[in-house]
């Protein structure tokens, strides 16, 4: 009995347990521990960040050292490398699109582009870069649409370009093309732009006379000689766009004044002949008494005949030269009072005449020919 006693008593012997404040001092030495790693964690991946960062920034500005120099395939190594340790900078992805389209591998880069511009649509530099790869390709509309992106887009300091270069580039795009009415548009906003810079004054005159805007492209050119009087470019450029406005006196003082300042410069020579012509051509010069006048269209007539002759006409076009055939033959008039009423009803038969015929069978090759189609157009404003 008392054997069984003693062992019913060790079995009643309780096991330690650690207590409620010392299960909550090891619960925080674990916690404090799981954050101190989390905190180094995050502290080494920061200082790797940092120093890739630092190591793809290096590559970038040699990358950019060897493009300058023209090492293009060294070059985008360097940038691939960078864009890769750094993948949040589209600088570096930029750059390398720029390298390879440098290239000449459109294909690879327009890959590149679409995954950058898919980051961030408004990327300036890279826009402007889509729109030279299509343009090599040749496909002007969508080219377009990028460069007007480019002109309104985000551009970052130091990548080499900006929203006006991305719009001359535009610009020389839409002349080349001969989009006038889309080339006068991108003229306007910059029509007042660098007004010290005299060889860009000059480019934006004469783009203005492309998009067949003369007054613009004058007040251009006016603005240039007034600063230097001695500015060939601009006299010339002022007496073309004279011609276009059909005030040839002054077109023929100013591309007078050109070629005196460029002596040997063919080009305005063959321009001021023309201007002398359509000078001495123009019926609708002020001051002509009425029988020059008179003689000045049967001139204009004639030449219109002759030039629209050449070309195939329909039958509104030839019962209008067979009724300017006629005013011709008639004898030729000195005086009296139905005179001018004869001279506005032959010029407005050579007008009719030269918008019947087919535009493009009328090749400008001679003197008359182009000093025709420049007075016909003057008149006709």
Known sequence: MEVGGSAGSASRVSVPTASSSAFIGTFGVVVALIAFFLVFDAFVARIDTEEAR????????????????????????QFRTAASMDRENLTY??????ATVRQGDTETAQGLLVSILQQDPTDGAANVLMARV??????????????????????RAGEGGSSLQARFELIDLL???????????ELLPIQDQSPGDVTLRDHIGFLFLLAESPARAGDVFRQVLRKNPKDAKAAAGLGEA???LGEYDNAENQLAT????SPGDTAITGRL????????????????????????????????????????????????????DSALGRAPIKSGDALDDIVQADLALAQRLWGLRPTACVAETSPDDKALALLQAALAR
């Open 134 to 155: 299509l343009v090599e390709q040749q496909r002007l509309d969508e080219a377009i649409a990028y460069y007007h992106r480019a002109v309104y887009g985000r551009w």
């Open 258 to 261: 050109a070629a005196r300042l």
């Open 175 to 185: 002349a080349r093309i001969k989009a006038r009415k889309e080339l006068l548009a």
């Open 273 to 324: 002949e023309l201007a002398h012509d359509l000078a001495g051509m123009d019926p609708s010069r002020r001051g002509l008494r009425l029988t020059d006048r008179y003689q000045r269209t049967r001139r204009f007539l004639l030449l219109t005949v002759q030039t629209v002759a050449r070309c195939p006409l329909d039958s509104a076009a030839s019962a209008v030269a067979a009724a300017a």
């Open 93 to 98: 992805k930029v750059a390398l699109a720029r």
């Open 54 to 77: 630092s190591r793809a920034l290096s590559d970038y500005r040699e990358g950019t050292r060897l493009l300058a120099a023209g090492r293009l395939g060294d070059a985008a190594e």
């Open 242 to 244: 004279s011609l276009a």
